[in-house]
Nanobody
Framework: QLQLVESGGGLVQPGGSLRLSCVVS????????IGWFRQAPGKEREGVSC????????TYADSVKGRFTISRDNAKNTVYLQMNSLKPEDTGIYYC????????????????WGQGTQVTVSS
C-alpha cells in the first residue's frame, strides 16, 4: 500500500528557509510523479510544485517561482521541496501527493496523499 509522509515543516520568520521532505513507502518511487500542494486557513488547496517520475519535468506555481525548488532522490524514495525567501502568504499545511508518471494541474488526479506538515511564516 502506497504511503506518503511529509516532514520538515515549522515556524520560520519571513525571509527564512525550510526544506520539506516527502517519504514514499509501499512502492517504488520510480514511476510516480510527486506534487506538493498547500492549503491556507479559509482558502482552497492549491498546487505548489510537481516533479515527474523521471525528474525531467518540474512545475511551479507563479507565486513560488524562483523561491522554491523541487527535487527527488529515488534511491531514498524521497521528494524534497526547498523553500527559500519565505513569505507570510506561504503559511499553510503542505501536502505531498502521488500519481502515475506525469504531473497534472488537477489535484483530483493524484490518488495518494500524505497527512500534511504545517508551515508557518511569521515574525
Amino acid at each position: 500500500q502506497l504511503q506518503l509522509v511529509e516532514s520538515g515543516g515549522g515556524l520560520v520568520q519571513p525571509g527564512g528557509s525550510l526544506r520539506l521532505s516527502c517519504v514514499v513507502s509501499g512502492i517504488t518511487l520510480d514511476y510516480r510523479a510527486i506534487g506538493w500542494f498547500r492549503q491556507a486557513p479559509g482558502k482552497e488547496r492549491e498546487g505548489v510544485s510537481c516533479i515527474s517520475s523521471t525528474g525531467g519535468s518540474t512545475t511551479y506555481a507563479d507565486s513560488v517561482k524562483g523561491r522554491f525548488t523541487i527535487s527527488r532522490d529515488n534511491a531514498k524514495n524521497t521528494v524534497y521541496l526547498q523553500m527559500n525567501s519565505l513569505k507570510p502568504e506561504d503559511t499553510g499545511i503542505y501536502y505531498c501527493a502521488a500519481k502515475f508518471r506525469q504531473c497534472a494541474a488537477n489535484s483530483v488526479l493524484f490518488g495518494s496523499w500524505g497527512q500534511g506538515t504545517q508551515v508557518t511564516v511569521s515574525s
